[in-house]
């Protein structure tokens, strides 16, 4: 059993996702590497000293220049707003450490091309935590296209709604907000959201040629956390877009925050010549499926409960019908990523195929902003 | 084309759901009869005609027995409080008319069996109105446990649930409300609603052969719309009973007025050795079906939307996707009734059929009176 | 009481529709009209023959200009294929009778403005068959937003999905199959389909500034019914397309035949400031509606089964619990054009109604052709 | 901060979810006691070696004996079968340990009784794991049926069917099989599922006072595994009751393992005056809620995501919309046992509260054996 020694920066929503994964998978997954939490990076010290201590951090770190010095650290897992990214992710590679990045990979394609310059140059293991496509009933619609169960693909849709910034007394900037300061995230629910959604399609479905997108900020001004004042909002609030896929599908794609009743509602649908399937987060653990090839007067849509040992990642945890929640989709990555590391084989996304989603989302901002069809570069 | 010159009696909520069907039936079935709206009879003509001129009833009666003198009627279809329902079909048999009934037969399986006789002897075409058999969903489950795909059945659950007289305030008695006097309606939700439950059990199941039930009345009095008085309620406000079928397998049912936010639920669920069906009334072109032969990663509840042109009854209505509504089984039971005519061939459930869920009822109503399991007579 | 004599053109799937629901709403609906098929007319008088008697039509007539000469017809009703709508419309308004058409109104919106000059010059009543509008669900989903309980609205989005000619077999052309017959048709789902999800939308949610949109046909050619020949596919199978609504709210649209699964799955969902609503046509007597204002802990979609009697035109049905079918948005349709007449107020959508949603099918064409937007003309 | 040092007795399924539980509740909830996993307890050390290593156990100890005159042990878990329960519960009170058992309490009411008396005498902290209480939508039912909303309840209905024992090859006893064995389990689906629904019913609806049921084993004989012999089978495969509540509710209650296509499906309902709940455990995240005092055109049953954070336990998991797994419900167990160990309020369900479900446990098998109705002792 050999450690793997993670320097985790940052320790907000995603800092809390990642410890608990890396608790977890060594719990429910075997692997000969063991990942330890071996330090917390956070500009203040003082205050991230109780998350520290809560998830078990063996050291804490105020620098994350500092930490890359350090010779106990074997993997780099940056979890900080999207703006740092690229400088922290660079520094890591050139440094040798394993890179283990949040999405999306960067503020747009061209910091995310010199990202991946650097890894693959540093010939470091790295990866970006799209983490969506190992909850288990993805992984199946995954396992179940590659049957070629589905045939030719005609159409894939997805969406990604929530409605937590409708009150236009939510902040922008600060520790929990950033993500609506065009700033430290780049864009709105482009690259928060939609990125997910391109993520899991590219890997569905194939590459995406060109797109055509609207994208609307509702509120214009939000108080900003740090100046103190009303200041313009610079992301988009929602955002759609219409793309071709390169196997000759067409795309429809949409997100917001601003979708009444609708939390973290991301879903997705493949149709094909022989069968579709139809997925949703808020009821993660259900693959729904058609296959015409079944008995017609007994045709109809499955909902697959999937909680099976045969099932993606299922023979792990618990007994048939019994699920397991959202945080495990990072579970399994850190899982994946210790088997990748146990074979050699690289763990996807990398920064590689993070780079391709990046692409389209700048595709989208750019046909937007033109009202123009665009190809993804 | 042969007409079919009906005369139903009572033009209350099942005089007009007949009323239609008849209609219906015509329009949408085809069939060498004709049924014609001959006559309509209720004591009180006055009230009675504007439906019989909405319907297009040739004419009105306001006795039944002179009804039954008539040449011109053919059939005759019993829509009065079930109390009623004896005197009326075995004199219409012994008149020689074929006779079609409301459900349930009978008061008990004592004047259900005198009404068999009288049918029988008089060798009339007969039918009880257990619509639900034709709703198209209930009818593909039928086919699907016919052909062998559900093995060896081990259970069977069932319940019809509402909610409408949980307000004290609703009187009884009346034609409005006799469901809840007993001398008129003979029980409460055992014969109005765990009859239509029975019915489609033994049609699908087979007999129940022992029985052993709870009631209760949560409202204890009510207005008598006829005292103007408060009553004692005489009849049961719920009903539950557990029972074994003649095939081994075990039955669970239950019905009630006092579950809030069911409007008119009946729910009916088969669980066999290989597959399972489910389907309830508030969904009703939706089967549930689950196949345990599906390959084991793609198995899951399969959700039936029946109303493609090879399912029961469907290929007469619309095109794929579109649903019909609840009035149609009373449509549908027509056409079978005609088509009966055309063949010769009995349509089911008749009086016999029906008596043996009466006698069903009476085992029900006499557990739960006497707190023991109860034999079906 | 005084007869409505409707001439009907044409006695496909929309001449048994609409056959149907005059008589239905003769039974269930009450007006000073009443609605008698007078008239059946189609070119080949023996195939229309046992349709008419079916239906009880008074009459056949072989050629449409023969029916608009006789005194006998009170209306007309145009259940052709598209390209005849425009010169049968206006030659029945110029013979001053009343005008219903099925939808679209128009092979474009050059032909839908003469049709509304030639009805509104002669001052005929007139309609469009846009009879989505008139499912109980979709009703009260109108009564809501009108309510003000949605606030301001952010997001409409609705799609129309199929799948009956993923087969390459399925021939154009003819009877049966003339939708994929451009020249019969005018286009594929845009006016088939799309053109139902504009005119909700527009009901619901105001008009339609701007498209951005995207076709795609799968399969090139078919075998033509009449040529006999394989020959190209004019029509579009799928189209999917952005908008902006002019109360600032986004849109997405889309429709294709070509998803494996769905029959008529006709979706739509609107997202406003508190509220939400989301219906579907599979399950066409629930909507789906989510309260902010509801307590927080408590706050959930609620799935409202729309069969009570102070929900839209329920009350004229069964009781509580029990659903009426698709069939019943045309009963509707026909109750409230004789309700219009009774009170002298238009019933929508007329034509003008109609000629907007014409328009925005035809931006959208227009739009995915250039590949640019296009403002609404 | 205290440690609360832990020995745990078994590690199969439940033991598990335990060691899994005390993690977690540690990362998640705040206590001033911190679970620490001081020894694991198992007859074959060697083959417990690898989960004490997984879970971090300190230590090992291959007899419950040794592991009660430990003094750095605070507290036992019993992860055992049935027929161990009550021996080390008894010795392990008197040894003066807190006392954690897995459900059921005993193998029957007498051994409970005894078990009761024994850690009340001894004074020391006692929990039984029925662990549904504390899945976040059971917890929101109890608060809401707390609250007043039901108002007055007239039904209660749960069951929980599984389909795994279908195949007459599974064997029975040993360590996995041992609930098929009546001299390890004391009952079949009796003690192992309905126990689950009894302890959420009498939490949820009070006492129950009388039953009457019937249970049947399908499979007559099985292999056992440690006479390698066919023997009878001594367990109920199914089981359903009838019943009636101290607040004069009626209750119906089922389980079996022959339900195919029901892998853990345990639902339940309860229908008050003003308002019914709905639960299943295949969905577990979800609430379905009906209130009449919802404005009636748009009163419908609410689908409560249960994830926000004002909802039970979630404040402390991720973000709205985000859902949970089923071990949770053993962390929010084990949370809110070290709540009490710092308030020193006791947690329920104690072994008094489960010695009450037992009891029923026991009228229901002495009901299904006499054929009789049988109050709860």
């Not at 709604?161 to 609506?180: C, E, H, K, M, S």
């Not at 877009?241 to 000759?248: D, E, M, S, T, V």
Request: glycine share 8%.
């Amino acid at each position: 059993m050999k450690e793997l020694r993670i320097g985790v920066i940052g320790y907000g929503f995603m800092g809390k996702t990642h410890s608990n994964a890396y608790v977890q998978a060594a719990n429910f997954f075997n692997s000969r590497h063991k990942p330890v939490l071996q330090a917390l990076c956070a500009r203040n010290v003082e205050k991230a000293k109780p998350f520290a201590d809560n998830w078990g951090y063996r050291s804490l770190e105020h620098d994350w220049r500092e930490l890359l010095k350090r010779d106990d650290i074997d993997a780099v897992d940056i979890c900080t707003p999207n703006h740092l990214h690229k400088e922290i992710a660079i520094a890591a590679a050139q440094a040798g450490k394993m890179v283990l990045c949040e999405k999306p990979l960067a503020m747009n394609a061209v910091e995310g091309e010199e990202m991946c310059h650097a890894v693959e140059f540093a010939g470091v293991p790295n990866m970006v935590w799209y983490n969506y496509r190992r909850i288990p009933a993805v992984t199946l619609a995954k396992q179940i296209i590659d049957s070629g169960k589905l045939g030719r693909i005609y159409h894939y849709r997805a969406n990604f709604l929530q409605d937590w910034t409708i009150n236009a007394d939510v902040p922008q900037g600060g520790a929990a907000t950033w993500r609506l300061d065009v700033n430290a995230a780049g864009s709105g629910v482009t690259g928060d959201l939609l990125a997910h959604c391109i993520d899991s399609a590219i890997w569905l479905n194939g590459s995406i040629n060109e797109v055509c997108a609207m994208t609307e900020t509702f509120v214009k001004e939000r108080l900003h956390t740090e100046t103190g004042k009303k200041e313009p909002v610079g992301i988009d609030d929602a955002c759609a877009f219409l793309c071709r896929f390169a196997n000759g599908s067409l795309g429809l794609f949409e997100s917001t925050r601003y979708a009444r009743g609708h939390k973290a509602l991301y879903t997705l649908e493949v149709n094909g010549e022989h069968a579709s399937l139809r997925w949703d987060l808020h009821d993660l653990h259900r693959l729904q499926y058609f296959d015409h090839n079944d008995e017609s007067i007994v045709r109809g849509w499955r909902s697959i409960h999937v909680t099976d040992g045969d099932q993606p990642y299922m023979g792990n945890w618990w007994v048939p019908g019994l699920q397991i929640g959202y945080e495990h989709s990072f579970t399994h990555q850190v899982a994946d990523f210790l088997t990748s590391l146990d074979t050699g084989q690289p763990v996807h996304p990398t920064f590689r195929d993070a780079l391709e989603t990046q692409r389209v989302c700048d595709a989208v901002l750019a046909s937007a902003s033109q009202r123009l069809w665009k190809t993804v570069a």
